[in-house]
C-alpha cells in the first residue's frame, strides 16, 4: 500500500531555512495526478501550502509564495520542501499528500512534520 513519511521538521529561527522531505512508497510519484504539501496550525484549518502536478506545473499558497518551492525527484521517489525566510507565522505540522484521480480522487497522507519557528 501507499506510504507517504515525511521528515525535516526542527525548531528554527525567524528568517532561517528548513528543507522537508516526503518519502513515498509503494507507488511511483509520477503516477499520482498531483502531490502537495498541507500545514494545520492550532486551531486552524488545514491549508494547502504548495503542490506539483505529474506534469510538473507548480501551485502556492500566497502567504509563501517568493519564499517556499516544492520539487520532487523521480528516481528517489521522494518530494521537497525548501522553506526560506520562515516566519513564526509559517509554524505549523506540514503534512505531505498525494493525489489520485480515477473515477474520483484519492488522497493519501503522511503523518505530519512538525515545523516550529521561534523569534
Known amino acids: 500500500q501507499v506510504q507517504l513519511v515525511e521528515s525535516g521538521g526542527d525548531l528554527v529561527q525567524a528568517g532561517g531555512s528548513l528543507r522537508l522531505s516526503c518519502a513515498a512508497s509503494?507507488?511511483?510519484?509520477?503516477?499520482?495526478?498531483?502531490m502537495g504539501w498541507y500545514r494545520q496550525a492550532p486551531g486552524q484549518q488545514r491549508e494547502l501550502v504548495a503542490a506539483?502536478?505529474?506534469?510538473?506545473?507548480?501551485n502556492y499558497a500566497d502567504s509563501v509564495k517568493g519564499r517556499f518551492t516544492i520539487s520532487r525527484d523521480n528516481a528517489k521517489n521522494t518530494v521537497y520542501l525548501q522553506m526560506n525566510s520562515l516566519k513564526t507565522e509559517d509554524t505549523a505540522v506540514y503534512y505531505c499528500?498525494?493525489?489520485?484521480?480515477?473515477?474520483?480522487?484519492?488522497?493519501?497522507w503522511g503523518q505530519g512534520t512538525r515545523v516550529t519557528v521561534s523569534t
Open positions: 499528500n498525494a493525489q489520485i484521480i480515477l473515477g474520483g480522487r484519492h488522497d493519501y
Open positions: 509503494g507507488r511511483s510519484i509520477f503516477s499520482f495526478n498531483a
Open positions: 506539483i502536478t505529474r506534469g510538473s506545473a507548480t
